[in-house]
């Protein structure tokens, strides 16, 4: 599965932007698919997962602001970022595992796809 990562930019806080991960060479609708973020000088977090029955898991630092979504028909899973902080600001991440629970590790994720720069100003 290559993943590819895109919709960041720069964003005034309390902002919206929306991310995209696009997956080729397989469908999606079998893996689970997870976001995560990293910042300068910081390890790589976890943000927020979906299963592919769907189901949501968040960080509890986006709870109430980010939500993740699937559209399996376009292979793509998406991460709309409300009410952004300038502490969101990181590199984000998307990875895929046929496992729920790999998919929320950032060591154990199978499919990785390149980051997209997420900048929110104060």
């Known amino acids: 599965v290559q993943l590819q990562a895109s919709g960041g930019g720069l964003v005034q806080a309390g902002g919206s932007l929306r991310l995209s991960c696009v997956a080729s060479g397989r469908s999606l609708s079998s893996y689970a698919v997870g976001w995560f973020r990293q910042a300068p000088g910081k390890e790589r977090e976890f943000v927020t997962s979906?299963?592919?029955?769907?189901?949501?898991t968040y960080a509890d630092s986006v709870k109430g602001r980010f939500a993740i979504s699937r559209d399996n028909a376009k292979n793509t899973v998406y991460l709309q970022m409300n009410s952004l902080k300038p502490e969101d600001t990181a590199v984000y991440y998307c990875?895929?595992?046929?496992?729920?629970?790999?998919?929320?590790?950032?060591?154990?994720?199978?499919?990785w796809g390149q980051g997209t720069q997420v900048t929110v100003s104060s």
């Open positions: 979906i299963g592919w029955t769907s189901m949501t």
């Open positions: 990875a895929a595992d046929p496992s729920l629970g790999r998919v929320q590790s950032a060591t154990r994720a199978e499919y």
